[in-house]
């Protein structure tokens, strides 16, 4: 079985990927035995958050650099990568998913996806890969595969309206659960969108891995 | 029974705390049902690490707000904390411990402990409350309890002789496992001083928050 693909937006949730959805997805691929390998695009985060005072702060950060923390230095930039080298694709949430990888926390509906992030993630959608996509990344899926792609990011009525505007159906779904699209191989969780808890967020992560590693 | 402290030293493995061993410490706090309230000083971190190429980079971070990033923004300064609220300690690794709360890394055991990580850790020795450290972090055990605490970094011969030169004791511990000073309810384990995943690093991780607990 080939690697899985891990796409990560920076590290911390309000800025970048979302710390333990990201350590949970990649202990659910390691429990069951299947290697991963993290990518993330090198370029400028949209902006850096203190998350003590929850404020932007007046520096720059680098997407794939802050990434590599998350990653224990062990990284590659998707310009390093060949989509043909990975079994499947994880996409884990964090705002870094929603203001680095597209602009949907800006945008809505009207985002655009970061190109070198569309063209990766489009790769698993053409050759009928198996994806999964994490708390608010799912926003994503259908500027991906070009709409019909039913997701869930839990049951926040703006997200989900915005999801349907751009031609995807939203189905809601506890933290515990995962949402699956059988005909796109496309597994989404609420995880921190609806999360109490680090073990809340785990139930529906474990449950989407398990379905990427099934179609794997 | 009362909150355990988890003290951090920033965010990721080179300059803070290792990400992955914070997270599965709160993982196991977490599926225990064990309330946890994530603690770190309010100080600049000795360097910031690129963690992509592993160089250090120009710049400064403040350890506190960093380790906010671990905690999704749920983090107290030290100066702002009680040790008599908590029921135990957790000090997860990463270069953070051995650069940030003391400057183990590059005075080995001559070090000093960072006076108010120092003070707070203390508390809970002098209070026989529970501690648990994890990875290089047991190199800080015996500045704080005056010595004659046997502790664990695995199996690495200089770290272990800098331990012993500190007043301290040194058990050889396999990743998976634990070492347990039931005298003065120390428990510490090698985590990525030895770990070749993260499942690896979870095993003594969960023996090492159990014992906490079953102490606390």
Request: charged fraction near 20%; aromatic fraction near 6%.
């Amino acid at each position: 079985m080939k690697k899985i693909a891990v796409l990560l937006s920076g590290c911390g949730v309000y800025d970048g990927s979302e710390i333990y959805e990201t350590v949970l997805t990649l202990l659910a691929l390691d429990k069951a035995g299947v290697a991963y390998q993290c990518v993330a695009p090198d370029m400028e985060q949209y902006h850096v958050v203190n998350h003590l005072t929850g404020e932007p702060a007046d520096e720059k950060r680098n997407v794939l650099v802050e990434a590599a923390r998350l990653a224990r230095g062990d990284i590659k930039s998707l310009s390093d990568v060949n989509p043909d080298d990975f079994g499947g694709l994880m996409v884990p949430g964090g705002f870094g998913a929603a203001k680095n990888l597209s602009q949907f926390a800006f945008k809505g509906a009207d985002t655009d996806v970061q190109p070198d992030v569309l063209q990766f993630c489009q790769a698993f959608a053409n050759a009928a890969k198996p994806a999964g996509y994490i708390c608010i990344a799912p926003t994503l899926v259908n500027k991906v595969y070009g709409g019909g792609v039913t997701v869930t990011v839990g049951n926040d009525a703006d997200t989900a309206k915005a999801i349907e505007a751009m031609g995807g159906k939203h189905q809601v779904c506890e933290v515990s659960q995962a949402c699956t699209d059988e005909q796109h191989k496309v597994v989404t969780t609420p995880a921190y969108m609806l999360a109490n808890s680090i073990s809340e967020a785990q139930l529906g992560i474990e449950k989407c891995v398990q379905q990427v590693i099934a179609w794997a």
